[in-house]
C-alpha cells in the first residue's frame, strides 16, 4: 500500500489502528497534541513515584492477545503480566469486614455462600451466562460495523440478543440472582468501567463479571503504560511515525474529500485517508467545518456523557498493608451514588471509590518501603470546582479511606499529591464536558445508537476509538482500531479477522 494515513490522537485506539494500518502496508503518521504518547493511559514520574494517570486494570487477556497476533506479534514478548491475587478487595461503608474475589470459583463461591446461603450456586449460573454473552459478544457483535437498523436488529440479534439480555437493564438482570446488596454491588461495579449506571446499562454488560471472575485480573509488571510502550513499539517496527507536541488545528477538506490536517504551527500534513482518535465530539465541532459535521453541536448536547472523575495522585511515606492492588469502597446508599453522577449532578457526599496500589505488586513504581497510591472517584461531567473546593474534598476523601478503609493517619503519610479533574481532562485530552470516558454505555448509545466509525460528509474521514462502537475500555478500543480497518477496507463480517 502506499496510502498515507494521518491518525489524529495516540490513545490506544490511534495506537492500534496505527500498527494495523502499518503492518498493511500504509505510509502512516499519527499526530499526538501532547509531549506523550498514550491519550487517557499517559504517565508521569515525581519524586521517585511512577504514577498510571489513567487505566489501570488488564482485563480480559483473551482480546489483548487477539490484537497482537493480528500484527504479528506475541504479547509475552513485549509485557511481563503477572495474575493478581487477591483480585481485587472491597470494602463496605459502616462495614468492618472486607471481601477478597480472587477469580477462583470455590473461593469465591465460598465468600458469596457466607455473605448470602444459596448464593454459590447461582454465582455460578451466573458466570456460566456471563461466559456465553461474553463468547457471543465478542465472536457475533462487538466486532461488527453497524451502519442501519437492519444491521443491528436483525434475526442474529433477534434471537441470541434475547439470550444475551440486550433489552434488559443490569440492575434488574442481577437481582435475580442475588438480593443482598453486597453482592449486587459486587456484580455491578465494573458499570463504572463503562461509564454507566447499572440502572441504565444493558444487561449484556454482564459479560465484564467473566472477564474478572473467570478469566483474572492481570497486571504488566512496570504498570500499565507499559502496554501503551509495547503498541507503541509495534507502530514503528512497521514503519508508522509517532509525533507528539503536534496538534491538529483543522481537517483539510476539499470538495467533499479530505486531503490531510493542518497542525496549530500552520504544517500542513497531506493524507488519502484520515482517522481521528481525538474526542469524537472535538473533532466534529473543532476540526471540521459546520457544513462537514456529521454531528452538531445540539446532538451532543443531548448525550450522555460517562463521569469525570476526582482523581489523585499519592505517595505515601510507609506501606499500607491493609490494601492490595486494586481496592474498591462502596457507598452504602448505592443508587443515590449514581444519581449524584448523572441525574442531580454534584459531589457525591457519601462517594464510592477506587484505589489502585501498585506498589504492593511491583515495587519499581515506588521508592523502597513507599506505597504509590491512585485514588478515583467518579464524578459528574461538567462540574466546576475552584482550587478551595478541589482541596477540601480531597481531605474529605482522604478522611473516608481513612475511616472505612482502616488506613488511619494516612493524611499525615503523604508525601507527593497531586490532584486531577474535571477541567485538566478537558484541557489535556479535548474531553467534551471533561469526561474521564467519553460517551456513557446506555442502550440508547450502544452498538447501531453509537456515533458511526465513518463520516457521512467527508470521503476519507474515519474514527475510532471509545467515542464510538464498540465503546469504552482499553482493549475494546482496539476492537475499535480493528473495526475502523474493517471499514476502511469494506470487511462486512461479525467476527474478529484472523489476519490482515
Not at 8 to 18: M, R, S
Not at 155 to 166: F, N, P
Not at 390 to 408: C, H, I, Q
Request: aromatic share 12%.
Amino acid at each position: 500500500m502506499s496510502k498515507r494515513l494521518v491518525i489524529i490522537g495516540a490513545g490506544i485506539g490511534g495506537l492500534g489502528t496505527a500498527g494495523l494500518f502499518a503492518k498493511k502496508g500504509y505510509d502512516v503518521t499519527v499526530l499526538e497534541k501532547n509531549a506523550t504518547l498514550g491519550g487517557r493511559a499517559n504517565v508521569f514520574e515525581a519524586d521517585g513515584f511512577r504514577f498510571d494517570m489513567g487505566p489501570s486494570w488488564y482485563l480480559a487477556p483473551d482480546l489483548f492477545e487477539h490484537y497482537f497476533n493480528l500484527v504479528g506479534e506475541r504479547v509475552s514478548d513485549h509485557l511481563d503480566l503477572v495474575r493478581l491475587s487477591p483480585s481485587y478487595r472491597i470494602f463496605f461503608n459502616n462495614d468492618p469486614e472486607p471481601l477478597d474475589i480472587n477469580s477462583d470459583i470455590e473461593i469465591d463461591s465460598a465468600t458469596f455462600e457466607a455473605i448470602e446461603p444459596g448464593s454459590a450456586k447461582r454465582l455460578r449460573a451466573y458466570l456460566k451466562q456471563s461466559e456465553y454473552q461474553y463468547g457471543i459478544a465478542t465472536q457475533h457483535f462487538m466486532y461488527k460495523n453497524y451502519d442501519t437498523i437492519f444491521d443491528f436488529f436483525n434475526r442474529r440479534v433477534m434471537t441470541e440478543g434475547q439470550k444475551l439480555s440486550v433489552f434488559s437493564k443490569m440492575h434488574s438482570f442481577v437481582s435475580r440472582f442475588f438480593k443482598s446488596r453486597k453482592l449486587q454491588q459486587v456484580m455491578e461495579y465494573t458499570m463504572v468501567f463503562l461509564g454507566t449506571s447499572p440502572y441504565d446499562a444493558p444487561a449484556l454488560y454482564n459479560l465484564m463479571s467473566h472477564m474478572d471472575f473467570n478469566q483474572g485480573v492481570f497486571y504488566p509488571r512496570g504498570g500499565f503504560y507499559e502496554l501503551i510502550n509495547a503498541l507503541a513499539r509495534v507502530c514503528e517496527k512497521n514503519g508508522a511515525v509517532l509525533r507528539t507536541d503536534s496538534p491538529v488545528a483543522e481537517i483539510i477538506v476539499e470538495n467533499g474529500v479530505t486531503t490531510g490536517v493542518c497542525l496549530a504551527d500552520g504544517e500542513i500534513v497531506e493524507a488519502d485517508i484520515v482517522i481521528s482518535n481525538a474526542d469524537i465530539w472535538f473533532t466534529e465541532t473543532k476540526l471540521l467545518a459546520e457544513k462537514w459535521r456529521t454531528h452538531p453541536q445540539k446532538y451532543w448536547d443531548k448525550r450522555v456523557m460517562a463521569p469525570s472523575a476526582f482523581i489523585m495522585y499519592l505517595g505515601v511515606n510507609e506501606k499500607l498493608p491493609n490494601l492490595t492492588h486494586h481496592n474498591l469502597l462502596f457507598s452504602e446508599d448505592w443508587r443515590k451514588n449514581f444519581d449524584d453522577i448523572y441525574k442531580d449532578p454534584c459531589l457525591p457526599d457519601e462517594p464510592s471509590l477506587y484505589v489502585c496500589a501498585p506498589s504492593v505488586s511491583d515495587a519499581w513504581v515506588a521508592p523502597d518501603g513507599k506505597e504509590n497510591l491512585f485514588v478515583l472517584v467518579p464524578i459528574a461531567s461538567d462540574l466546576k470546582m475552584t482550587e478551595d473546593e478541589k482541596e477540601t474534598y480531597s481531605d474529605r476523601v482522604l478522611a473516608l479511606m481513612e475511616r472505612e478503609m482502616n488506613l488511619p493517619g494516612l493524611r499525615e503519610k503523604i508525601v507527593y499529591k497531586r490532584l486531577y479533574t474535571v477541567d485538566n481532562f478537558a484541557a489535556d485530552y479535548n474531553a467534551f464536558k471533561g469526561s474521564a470516558l467519553g460517551l456513557a454505555h446506555t442502550i440508547w448509545q450502544t452498538a447501531i445508537f453509537r456515533p458511526n466509525n465513518v463520516s457521512k460528509k467527508v470521503k476519507g474521514l474515519y474514527y475510532v476509538g471509545a467515542g464510538v462502537n464498540p465503546g469504552i475500555g482499553t482493549q475494546i478500543c482496539l476492537i475499535s482500531a480493528e473495526l475502523v480497518y474493517k471499514r476502511v477496507h469494506g470487511i462486512t463480517s461479525a467476527e474478529p479477522l484472523n489476519s490482515i
